[in-house]
């Protein structure tokens, strides 16, 4: 599986954006798909995760309510609209494909090579 992520950019606090990850070479559908970030200096974080097949959620608390991840299986296309941003959201996000394990950790088999979110105050 290829994950490509884009939709990343520069953005003012309290915009909104919407980063889209697109995946080829098999179909994720009835999988997890999930976001994480990296902030400069800083370990990569989870932001949200899909369960393709049923559109359950979840999220980490610091996006909840802000962020909201969708999918479109025939796409083969996961999405995180990301609203209200603040300058706590600079990163570069990483779609994931495929959780073996915690969905909220990075197990997932395979990784996208991320797009750069920079929130200016």
């Known amino acids: 599986v290829q994950l490509q992520a884009s939709g990343g950019g520069l953005v003012q606090a309290g915009d909104s954006l919407r980063l889209s990850c697109a995946a080829s070479g098999r179909s994720t559908s009835g999988n997890t798909m999930g976001w994480f970030r990296q902030a400069p200096g800083l370990e990569r974080e989870f932001v949200a995760a899909i369960r393709t097949s049923s559109g359950v959620t979840t999220y980490a608390d610091s996006v909840k309510g802000r962020f909201t991840i969708s999918r479109d299986n025939a796409k083969n296309t996961v999405y995180l609209q990301m609203n209200s941003l603040k300058p706590e959201d600079t990163a570069v996000y990483h779609c994931?494909?495929?959780?073996?394990?915690?969905?909220?950790?990075?197990?997932?088999?395979?990784w996208g090579q991320g797009t750069l979110v920079t929130v200016s105050s």
């Open positions: 994931a494909a495929v959780s073996t394990g915690n969905w909220q950790r990075e197990e997932y088999r395979y």
